[in-house]
């Protein structure tokens, strides 16, 4: 077989025609998990769970996992053998070569599926994996779980509201996206969390405010927005909360430098005669994040590109400061607050 999209191994297991070896992968652990436990339990069916599953994880020898594979079902037309995270470090090559004989001779009475939910296989680096990846592509199926868009998110959001009994309108989808981001397991469990309190119909937007909780990303990029407002205790206060609830001072700044970095380039793109988005084509940390730079268009029209300039060169010596300088971490960003504070005062008088 292949490589597939999601949609075609949704057809496969409706239609119920799974054969071989399943390998499951992707940005997107929830659905990596997800798509996981549907192959597993069409493969494995209702009956004599004990002899037509069994699971394994990680570092499970390849010995141990081919007389899993090589087994007959137990009165049933096929079996489920599924792995979890399976690991490559530290096998030996005689292991590895086991590994890759197995993928290569799956029974047809058994569908063997391996997923990632929670890491990363390094099929770009690692030799091993390669050959592992380049087995499962020619012998069964590959699916990559990409993140969503947000337009994506915002509908998924919709539509798991209205599965538990609430309506959810697509302005207070847009509402929970800007406040935990782009992660559908967070995204999902702060929805479990609003429709609880709500109970049923409407969710409110005031519910959002009061139960939703705001992701780093969110919280300083509130930060970024007090500062380029000139809103002094509005950000000193945002600044303190972080701090408070034990942030590290080096990714509030790491996460602050983002807020900047992406107001400079979306201001320079529209000063070249791009869109908003012309970034996206030349950075690779906006794939599927495109929203950073609309947030960014929406912040940039007053602010010059020299003020922006004078910004950042203030961030890089507050990096230099939290990473080489025995000062308070505390003080350092108290210090950096007020130079861009003052620089974006500067901007309102110019």
């Not at 390849?62 to 137990?74: E, G, H, R, S």
């Not at 509402?175 to 397991?185: A, E, H, I, K, Q």
């Not at 303190?240 to 900047?260: K, M, T």
Request: proline share 2%; with cysteine.
């Amino acid at each position: 077989m292949a490589e597939c999209r999601e949609g075609d191994l949704k057809k496969q297991i409706e239609a119920n025609t799974l054969a071989g070896v399943y390998f499951l992968y992707g940005e997107e652990k929830y659905m990596v998990s997800v798509w996981a436990q549907r192959l597993i339990k069409k493969s494995a069916g209702k009956d004599f769970l004990d002899f037509n599953l069994q699971r394994f994880t990680g570092d499970v020898p390849a010995d141990t996992l081919d007389d899993a594979v090589q087994a007959l079902p137990f009165m049933a037309q096929r079996k489920c053998v599924a792995v979890a995270d399976l690991a490559l470090e530290g096998r030996t090559p005689s292991e590895v070569k086991k590994l890759l004989e197995l993928l290569d001779d799956v029974p047809d009475t058994t569908v063997l599926v391996l997923y990632f939910a929670a890491s990363d296989p390094a099929l770009k680096k690692d030799k091993k994996w390669k050959d592992i990846f380049a087995v499962c592509k020619e012998k069964g199926t590959c699916i990559a779980c990409m993140r969503r868009t947000q337009q994506d998110l915002e509908r998924l959001l919709i539509s798991a509201a209205g599965k538990r009994g609430c309506t959810l309108s697509r302005t207070n989808a847009q509402r929970m996206f800007r406040y935990v981001g782009s992660d559908l397991t967070a995204l999902l469990n702060e929805l479990e969390k609003v429709c609880a309190f709500t109970g049923g119909g409407e969710i409110s937007s005031e519910t959002i405010d009061k139960l939703v909780t705001r992701n780093l990303e969110t919280r300083v990029y509130d930060l970024s927005k007090a500062l380029l407002a000139g809103r002094y205790a509005q950000a000193y206060q945002t600044l303190g909360q972080l701090l408070d609830q034990n942030e590290e001072p080096v990714r509030i700044l790491a996460v602050l430098s983002g807020a900047y970095i992406d107001l400079y380039r979306v201001r320079t793109a529209l000063q070249s005669g791009e869109t908003a988005l012309e970034p996206a084509n030349h950075f690779e940390e906006y794939k599927r994040r495109e929203f950073r730079l609309t947030n960014a268009e929406r912040d940039t029209h007053n602010l010059s590109t020299q003020m922006l300039r004078a910004s950042l060169d203030v961030l890089l010596q507050a990096d230099l400061d939290l990473k080489g300088s025995r000062t308070d971490s505390r003080l350092i960003l108290e210090h950096t607050l007020a130079r861009l504070l003052v620089i974006a005062g500067g901007e309102e008088n110019a």
